[in-house]
């Protein structure tokens, strides 16, 4: 049987968009082969959103062009945000001249067409310039107990900073009863826990009341399951949302709320359309009805004209919030947006000094919480068990290590938390 490998980069959403990719091949006849040395057909998802994933994917094409040298037959693809982007589609054809097949986001589905014609020895190379509507197609999942559902697609936010709209286009929702009903059959065959995927789920059907009412129809399954979702974005977070995670037992008590920045001047520039006290009533808002809640954040330093004022403002507002987890990075310029273009770029020298300082700091303040939660008990759902230790999350997406068995994995256990190594979680089971 012929084999596909698919290198996927970036984010959840492309994570989700490769298990499409894998359900085509598989349609196909295909079977999944170990690493690309082995595939017939070798796809790269990609992302663009910093340099260092495109320079990832031009090192793995080296890597690539020497086992297209060895087995010609070896149809090689590239797909997603970074063909999509202005240019780049051109520019991989001129400059690695293997590839048999470039294709954007908007066409994905189109795979087993341009399969067909690569088979037959044509060069594919179609970049769509708008998005088309949303199109399903079979997805291949690898099992365990978590599954990705996309509920829209796109973004109309245009932070100054980000290329997201320019690559994945403008928002577009799926069908209400479609995600119904693709949740209730995840659950009915045994997925124990269910992430809504979107750029900002909380526009999902044009605004929050119709995301709240799906969290709700999804909350009214029988049995023990949970529901995620992210990205939300700080300005559409709404109040009947959180009402209706905090009046339901199967919606996690977790939200994923990127701060960006903590001074109101980086803020406005960045075209966030909120202030940080604004965010901080959000995180305000949040905890008054879910006290427990886990709360994670995106954080960028170095964005054009950041001052050291600015960056304390972010070690401030954290300090305030006190985040269960930061993902941090140092901004990274992104042809056609419009921050790229603005004077006053940072050094990297500053960049990097910055951003040492906040993960310090986020160190500290993750393991102040950690020992917090020593003798508390947590609702766990076990994903792996490895060598007699099981790992998984809490509801407020704490993750705990315990000894365990090969039959507590995609099941759900109380853990008591009785010790903290760093930010580690160690319990036991309750």
Not at 90 to 95: A, G, S
Not at 282 to 290: A, E, P, Q, V
Not at 407 to 415: A, L, P
Request: charged share 30%; net charge neutral.
């Amino acid at each position: 049987m012929k084999k596909f490998f698919i290198n996927t980069y970036g984010c959840q959403m492309n994570v989700h968009e490769s298990e499409k990719l894998a359900g085509i091949l598989y349609q196909r006849g295909y079977i999944q082969a170990k690493s690309n040395d082995d595939a017939d057909v070798i796809l790269l998802n990609t992302c663009c959103i910093r340099e260092t994933a495109e320079t990832r994917v031009l090192g793995n094409l080296g890597i690539i062009k020497k086992i297209k040298e060895k087995r010609p037959e070896v149809i090689v693809g590239i797909c997603g945000c970074m063909p999509q982007k202005p240019g780049t589609a051109e520019m991989l054809k001129k400059r690695c001249p293997f590839i048999d097949i470039i294709f954007g986001t908007h066409n994905m589905y189109c795979l087993n067409e341009y399969l067909d014609k690569a088979e037959a020895h044509h060069k594919v190379v179609e970049i769509w310039d708008k998005e088309g509507d949303i199109e399903t197609a079979p997805v291949h999942r690898d099992g365990g107990v978590n599954a990705w559902v996309n509920i829209m697609y796109g973004c109309d936010n245009f932070c100054s900073y980000c290329i997201v709209p320019y690559v994945r286009g403008r928002e577009r929702s799926r069908d209400f009863n479609e995600i119904v009903s693709e949740v209730r059959s995840l659950i009915e065959s045994g997925y124990k826990e269910v992430t809504l995927l979107g750029q900002n789920v909380n526009s999902y059907g044009g605004g929050s009341p119709q995301f709240a009412k799906l969290l709700r129809a999804l909350s009214e399954f029988d049995g023990e399951y949970r529901i995620k979702f992210m990205t939300s974005h700080p300005k559409d977070l709404t109040e009947d949302v959180v009402m209706a995670m905090a009046s339901s037992d199967k919606i996690a008590n977790y939200i994923h709320l990127p701060v960006q920045a903590g001074s109101d001047r980086i803020l406005k520039l960045m075209n966030r359309k909120y202030t940080s006290r604004e965010y901080l009533d959000k995180i305000k808002m949040i905890r008054s009805y879910i006290p427990d809640v886990g709360i994670s954040s995106d954080l960028m330093v170095g964005f054009p004209t950041e001052t050291e004022e600015d960056y304390l403002c972010s070690e401030n507002l954290i300090k305030e919030v006190k985040y269960n987890n930061l993902y941090t990075f140092i901004y990274s310029r992104r042809s056609g947006t419009v921050a790229d273009k603005m004077d006053d770029q940072i050094d990297l020298k500053t960049k990097t000094e910055r951003i040492e300082r906040l993960i310090k700091l986020q160190f500290e303040i993750g393991n102040e919480l950690a020992r917090s939660y020593i003798g508390n008990t947590y609702r766990v759902l076990c994903d792996t068990v490895e060598n007699g230790i099981g790992y998984g999350k809490s509801s407020c997406d704490k993750s705990i290590s315990f000894k365990a068995e090969e039959n507590h994995k995609g099941k759900f256990i109380n853990v008591k938390i009785t010790e903290a190594k760093n930010n580690k979680l160690i319990g036991e089971i309750d």
